[in-house]
């Protein structure tokens, strides 16, 4: 067989894709033909140069497509994971919320509740939200990983606030109930003499002192009630006042200074103008009773503080 015939065939020889009679002539003549035995040599190693080269990359791409894989189901076990820990604090969180609310109402009994951060200011501002940031980071938290799949990086961070904020909430929601940045405070008349539930000695004190009803002639009638309660203290104050027909006002001036005999209280008047202070005990009650006679004006002003 010639060289030229053979040198087509070596290729197919070397990947072994000849026939059995081709395979046989051509390693005939290699024993035979320097010339072609070079040939066939620099064909072989080019075609083990070439084979070794395309077992590299594809080693290679598998190798990065394992890691991949291996990121991906990492990042998925770590993603549940943390949405697991998300879905936990939001519920766990909502219900000690829940409960801290209405615990603190139940202990308290406010009957007009309003947000009342007394002198603490800022603390007990921080102290009405705290206990309520863990739930709101966890739901954040949950949402990102849920909705926002291209800013899942962004749950990692919540998580990291989410940590001490549970920390912080926690001590805070004691606190909440110890020290509650809510009082019982209303100005509608319609509520006149209506004040909370567990202060009967201090309703016995006001009953003997305050009108029992705002009197039907009077003008520019003003009435404000507080009650705050921790678990240190108590605070209520109470007052009202309102201008009366001269005939009407002379009537409880004079009331209210016979009263003054029984209540070892003592009157400074000037110019017209009177106020009465004393003191109800054994509730140990601070009463005013303050006049004006010039506009026919009285006002009754009632406040108590205990110590626990």
């Not at 065939?9 to 395979?23: F, K, Q, T, V, W």
């Not at 620099?42 to 075609?47: G, M, T, V």
């Not at 598998?62 to 990042?75: G, H, M, N, Q």
């Not at 309660?229 to 104050?237: A, D, H, K, L």
């Given at each position: ?6 040198k087509d ?10 026939s059995?009679?081709s395979r046989?002539e051509?390693?005939n003549?290699?024993?035979?033909c ?13 075609y083990?140069?070439?084979?070794s080269?395309?077992t ?9 497509l394992f890691?991949k ?8 076990f770590v ?5 697991k820990?998300f879905t936990v ?9 829940v409960?801290m ?7 308290y009994q ?5 947000l009342y951060f007394?002198?603490l200011?800022?603390?007990q ?10 739930t709101?980071?966890a ?9 926002c799949?291209?800013y899942k990086f ?6 990291v606030?989410?940590?001490?904020a549970?920390l912080a909430?926690?001590f805070?929601?004691?606190?909440f109930?110890?020290?509650?940045p ?5 100005k509608?008349?319609?509520n ?8 009967e000695q ?7 002192f305050?009108p ?7 003008k520019?009638a003003?009435?404000f009630y507080?009650?705050y ?17 001269p005939l009407e006002?002379?009537t409880?001036k004079?009331?209210?200074l016979e ?5 070892n209280?003592?009157?400074?008047e000037s110019?017209g103008n009177g106020t009465i202070?004393?003191?109800?005990q054994p509730e140990n009650?601070t009463?005013?009773f303050?006049?004006?006679d010039?506009?026919k004006?009285v ?10």
């Amino acid at each position: 067989m010639k060289c030229e015939i053979i040198k087509d065939l070596l290729p197919l020889y070397i990947e072994n894709l000849c026939s059995e009679a081709s395979r046989i002539e051509i390693e005939n003549h290699l024993e035979t033909c320097k010339e072609c035995q070079q040939e066939y040599t620099q064909l072989r190693q080019d075609y083990i140069s070439k084979t070794s080269s395309q077992t590299t990359e594809d080693f290679l791409e598998e190798k990065a497509l394992f890691d991949k894989s291996k990121r991906e189901i990492k990042e998925s076990f770590v993603n549940k994971v943390i949405k697991k820990f998300f879905t936990v604090i939001s519920i766990l969180g909502s219900f000690i919320n829940v409960a801290m609310v209405i615990i603190t109402f139940i202990i308290y009994q406010y009957k007009y509740p309003k947000l009342y951060f007394k002198e603490l200011g800022s603390t007990q501002i921080l102290i009405l939200i705290l206990p309520f940031l863990p739930t709101i980071l966890a739901l954040i938290g949950r949402t990102i990983i849920w909705k926002c799949k291209k800013y899942k990086f962004l749950s990692k961070i919540v998580l990291v606030g989410t940590i001490p904020a549970i920390l912080a909430g926690g001590f805070c929601t004691l606190f909440f109930m110890l020290i509650p940045p809510v009082s019982s405070t209303t100005k509608n008349l319609s509520n006149y003499m209506k004040i909370d539930g567990d202060t009967e000695q201090f309703e016995s004190c006001v009953n003997s002192f305050f009108p029992n009803q705002i009197p039907v002639s009077a003008k520019q009638a003003d009435y404000f009630y507080q009650r705050y309660s921790s678990f240190f203290e108590e605070e209520v104050n109470m007052e009202a006042s309102w201008i009366l027909t001269p005939l009407e006002y002379d009537t409880i001036k004079q009331q209210a200074l016979e009263l003054r005999q029984f209540k070892n209280s003592h009157l400074s008047e000037s110019g017209g103008n009177g106020t009465i202070l004393g003191t109800l005990q054994p509730e140990n009650v601070t009463i005013v009773f303050e006049y004006n006679d010039n506009i026919k004006k009285v006002t009754y002003r009632a406040y108590t503080t205990k110590n626990y």
